[in-house]
């Protein structure tokens, strides 16, 4: 999991080079990632799985079998469990998931620090 974590900046490099928006490269932290992975103790296996499989995810993956199959399809509200084409949408819902990943990252990494501040 811990390289699946580190991958997400190309996964999302390469969707920005997909669509054509590079913003959405950008929304990736690298440096917020390699934080997170050198802590000290390091990431209990919870914590990556919170990161990776994160509850309410709407893309549910960005491996390489699914990129291409369901690249721009979103959930149609008007027929619940069908997919229809929005690639605004698609776009969106990608960047507003990597800020729930790294807002998942940053709440385990304040959580270390103030724990660890707590102890001294």
Request: aromatic share 12%; hydrophobic share 35%.
């Amino acid at each position: 999991m811990r390289r699946r974590i580190k991958g997400f900046k190309k996964l999302y490099k390469y969707a920005g080079d997909f669509w054509s928006d590079y913003s959405i490269a950008n929304c990736w932290s690298g440096e917020l990632t390699e934080e997170f992975l050198s802590l000290d103790p390091r990431p209990m296996i919870k914590d990556l799985e919170g990161v990776v499989c994160l509850p309410g995810l709407v893309i549910k993956s960005l491996g390489l079998q699914y990129k291409h199959a369901h690249a721009g399809y979103v959930p149609d509200p008007d027929k619940p469990g069908w997919l229809k084409y929005d690639e605004e949408k698609y776009i969106k819902i990608l960047k507003q998931e990597a800020q729930k990943r790294q807002q998942v990252m940053q709440q385990i990494i304040e959580t270390r620090y103030l724990g660890s501040s707590v102890k001294d």
